[in-house]
């Protein structure tokens, strides 16, 4: 059969207004769950460089967990599988945050663990030297340092958790793809809306790294 | 005459490597030890184990008045003793996110709850001590590897140490920049401050020091005042050493 497509610029432009309500949600389950991410990021990432097992091994667990099972399977456990545990219901925004921040911080504290573990030993054994407890040397000397290397690799799970949102659509939060989902369902414009969706995906990231770039030259500048 | 440093019997392993072998040695107060000895021979470990930057295995170690357990015991003595014994280290360590002056600013500020005001008075003069007063407000890799070490001198000279240990000042350094650095242990040799040096500087040993003491696999076989231990050595492993070093 001769395909006789043609892109109908009409039905894209259309479809913006609709499809932007769904760009709240997902920044909302993208930053919220990236917050919480990066808390969960800096207690698990340092407990998993600790001495003492019985600190590192649950953060060891916690971390091949959540980056060894697909983010997917996560969420749909978190929204259909929890609420039999909890005996009520989660709503879909609050299972996505979730999902985002617990995904995230399983990769974050890797990106912890690797970022500290990059400082230079004498930078410690000087801290110390000079009077500094561990505390002192970790926080005023250490993490500022490693902090900085952490930028990029931070930036990027952003932009990963960001897009993992989409997956979200399945348990219907009105995100981007959701929103997107809905409107085809009426106007039949496959093509045309999942391209917009996309350049709005696109939009965001893009943002982010503009943004990351900016901070990492500030950063680096001083150092 | 008090004594700042006593280690009696101190043993130290690395593994199964015996690196440090009943090691008897204390230092005056006032006095400059200049520790010679080849590489991975015990010289940089034996004075890291001053400040608790190794631990030892047995023996007894007093700093200060502060006794240091074996197996990093006693934490709390080992906390006075860094607030009193400064360090500069082969690589210099500086902070490289903080500038000259916060570098010095740092350890008073947080371990002495120095005001800011002090601390940065003392940051200046202490910068202008060691001759580089003009360049408080760069970071360290602005710096030559000469005046890095010497701000590394400034910042462990910030906490007013009773004792100085430098594990091989100036290894790192070209050889153009290695004066500059060694004047300022000079000045400081000059007034009186207490300090175990690790150098393979035989010139600045012989100079400065009030004795040399020589270690081999971790065994202190020769020690006494530079001029005999140079011109005289007893020991033939000393011997060697010196023949091999002070050939030039």
């Not at chain 2, 371990?111 to 007063?133: C, D, F, M, P, Y």
Request: with cysteine; proline share 4%; aromatic share 8%.
């Amino acid at each position: 059969m001769e395909s006789q497509f043609q892109f109908d610029w009409q039905a894209a432009i259309n479809s913006i207004p609709f499809l932007i309500k769904g760009i709240p949600y997902t920044l909302m389950i993208s930053f919220g769950g990236l917050l919480i991410g990066f808390a969960l990021g800096i207690i698990f990432g340092l407990l998993s460089i600790n001495k003492k097992w019985f600190l590192k091994w649950p953060a060891t667990a916690y971390i091949e967990i959540f980056r060894g099972t697909p983010i997917l399977v996560q969420v749909l456990f978190i929204f259909y599988g929890l609420p039999d545990l909890i005996g009520g219901p989660i709503d879909p925004l609050t299972a996505g945050i979730a999902a985002i921040a617990l995904n995230s911080g399983a990769y974050i504290s890797e990106v912890v663990r690797g970022g500290v573990q990059s400082i230079d030993k004498g930078q410690s054994e000087a801290g110390l030297s000079l009077g500094l407890s561990r505390t002192q040397t970790f926080w005023s000397i250490i993490w500022p340092q490693a902090f900085r290397r952490m930028i990029p690799p931070l930036g990027n799970q952003a932009i990963v958790s960001i897009k993992d949102t989409s997956l979200f659509s399945v348990i219907g939060v009105g995100e981007l793809v959701r929103q997107g989902q809905v409107y085809i369902a009426s106007t039949f414009t496959a093509f045309e809306v999942y391209f917009v969706v996309a350049v709005m995906y696109l939009a965001i990231t893009l943002s982010l790294s503009l943004i990351l770039r900016l901070v990492e030259r500030r950063g680096l500048a001083s150092v | 005459m008090t004594q700042i440093v006593q280690m009696k019997g101190m043993n130290k392993y690395f593994g199964k490597l015996h690196v440090l072998k009943d090691i008897e040695l204390s230092v005056e107060q006032g006095e400059v030890v200049v520790i010679i000895g080849a590489s991975g021979s015990g010289k940089s470990t034996l004075i890291r184990c001053v400040n608790g930057l190794e631990e030892f295995e047995s023996g007894r170690l007093e700093v200060d008045g502060q006794a240091l357990a074996p197996k990093g015991g006693n934490q709390q003595a080992l906390a006075e003793i860094r607030k009193e014994v400064g360090m500069v280290f082969q690589q210099f360590n500086l902070f490289p996110h903080l500038t000259v002056k916060k570098n010095i600013m740092l350890a008073p500020m947080k371990v002495k709850s120095t005001s800011q005001v002090v601390a940065n008075a003392t940051a200046e003069r202490l910068l202008e001590r060691v001759g580089i007063g003009s360049q408080a407000d760069k970071y360290p890799s602005q710096l030559s590897g000469g005046q890095q070490q010497r701000v590394a001198i400034a910042r462990a000279l910030a906490m007013e140490p009773r004792l100085m240990l430098f594990d091989e000042p100036t290894s790192a350094l070209d050889p153009e920049m290695i004066g500059e650095v060694l004047d300022v242990m000079r000045e400081l040799a000059k007034e009186g401050m207490t300090m175990m040096v690790v150098t393979h500087e035989m010139g600045f040993a012989r100079e400065v020091a009030d004795r040399v003491i020589y270690i081999h696999e971790g065994q202190i076989v020769e020690e006494g005042k530079p001029d005999d231990v140079f011109d005289n050595p007893q020991n033939e492993r000393t011997q060697a050493f010196l023949s091999r070093v002070l050939v030039r």
